[in-house]
């Protein structure tokens, strides 16, 4: 019983497709997150939905798309991939949007562009 | 324009013994401040946090210290135990848009 899931694990693929990351909650959290941790394990907020609203957008490329289907799903489609773009995608979800209230960390997604 | 520091990549501690992290941060609006442990392959886990209004927070072998002249927190672990092995991250928390900013980690090693 996960509490915060994304598929796939690992995506491997060429430069210039395009991809989708799933991420799913069953913690009946209202908030979800995208963070990118990049080469140098610098782990940054990309986006940030509270009940299906997008209220974080960190200066992330167009070519990211978030989208929140519901509370539980927030998933994330990257167009034209570029090699900077490898990187372990995180996604995370709170119950509410303060500092006492933790988020949790689904377990990551490496994606390698070739 | 790193906002929230940890400077030493790696710390290698006997069993037994204490283990100290440290984080600085230069951001005075940040209101939380939490500490994440991470396994290799895994995502990171939510160990314990503090207010900004608090100068220290205990949870069994885990207590985090807030020094807000500073700008600094720090985390003990005591007694340290070998399945404390992970990377720490310190994390600050902004206001009501909920955004953590995260430092670079710590790689705690305990030995036996």
Redesign the interface.
Known sequence: DTA?SQTPKYLVTQMGNDKSIKCEQNLGHD?M?WYKQDS??????MF?Y?NKEL??NETVPNRFSPKSPDKAHLNLHINSLELGDSAVY?C?S?Q?????????????TRLSIL | DQQVKQNSPSLSVQEGRISILNCDYTNSMF??F?W?KKYP??????LI?I?SIKDKNEDGRFTVFLNKSAKHLSLHIVPSQPGDSA?Y?CAS?TG???????G??TRLQVTL
Not at chain 1, 40 to 45: G, N
């Open positions: 915060v908030t997150y140098k394990k610098f782990l940054k907020i940030s509270n209220i974080i995180f995370a709170s509410g949007q303060y500092g006492n209230q933790p988020q949790h960390f689904g377990d990551g | 209101d939380y939490l994440y392959a895994e995502g990171p886990t939510f946090s207010s990377v991250f928390h009501t848009a909920s955004k953590l900013t995260f670079t980690g």
